[in-house]
């Protein structure tokens, strides 16, 4: 039974590109969530996602990202016009039930270098 | 407020020792969980235990121990006898009841030397 997989594991882009992540949760997930790790720092919660549902967005910064899990296919977090700042790993989680008692499992993470 | 605080930031061992992480967290509800996950060098988080609010037995896993007390807030981690392969960051976290979120302490990086 495969993890959650990420991927890429490693981007670079420069100043006002866009990046896109992606992530597959692990078979029999519907639930996956989306964390920012900054150098030095422990993760920081983003946005929870049910198929084609965004459930709670309330540490997704307002502008230049957004977040989807559609029906077929991974979740993709996408940041648009990336900037330094934006510069971390991202990891996804996944659950197969809601609720706080659930463990989420994680993924190796997407580390995001912006030059 | 939720907060979770790992003021230990860097640990080093020599091999064999046994060694204690804390973990401190912040909470107003009544139903929480608390997590550990490790993250090694290879950079995935990998899950090490769940404890719910309301069972306060310690628990034992190997050379892994868990210590939880509600009456001072904490859910330390300790490794008896560690290893090299024990080197990794831990992070302890929180979530509440009513929510699906994890909030994680800044983490503890741990080096075991041999």
């Known amino acids: 039974n495969a993890g959650v997989m990420q991927n890429p594991r490693h981007l670079v882009r420069r100043r006002g590109q866009e990046a896109r992540l992606r992530c597959s949760p692990m078979?029999?997930?519907?639930?996956v969530y989306w964390y920012r790790q900054l150098p030095e720092e422990g993760l920081k919660f983003m946005v929870y996602?049910?198929?084609?549902?965004?459930?709670?967005e309330s540490g997704m910064p307002k502008e230049r990202f957004s977040a989807e899990f559609p029906k077929e296919g991974p979740s993709i977090l996408r940041i648009q016009q990336v900037v330094r700042g934006d510069s971390a790993a991202y990891f996804c989680?996944?659950?197969?039930?809601?609720?706080?008692?659930?463990?989420?499992?994680f993924g190796a993470g997407t580390r995001l270098s912006v030059l | 407020a939720q907060k979770v605080t790992q003021a230990q930031t860097e640990i080093s061992v020599v091999e064999k020792e046994d060694v204690t992480l804390d973990c401190v967290y912040e909470?107003?509800?009544?139903?929480?969980?608390l997590f550990w996950y490790k993250q090694p060098p290879s950079g995935e988080l990998v899950f090490l235990i769940r404890?719910?609010?309301?069972?306060?037995q310690n628990e034992i896993s190997g050379r892994y121990s868990w210590n939880f007390q509600k009456s001072t807030s904490s859910f330390n981690f300790t490794i008896t006898a560690s290893q090299v392969v024990d080197s990794a960051v831990y992070f302890c976290?929180?979530?509440?009841?009513?929510?699906?979120?994890?909030?994680f302490g800044t983490g503890t990086r741990l080096q075991v030397f041999p």
């Open positions: 404890r719910n609010s309301f069972d306060e």
């Open positions: 996602l049910q198929k084609e549902n965004i459930i709670d």
């Open positions: 989680a996944s659950s197969p039930l809601a609720g706080a008692v659930n463990i989420q499992y």
């Open positions: 976290a929180l979530s509440e009841a009513g929510t699906d979120k994890l909030i």
């Open positions: 078979k029999g997930h519907s639930h």
């Open positions: 909470t107003r509800d009544t139903t929480y969980y």
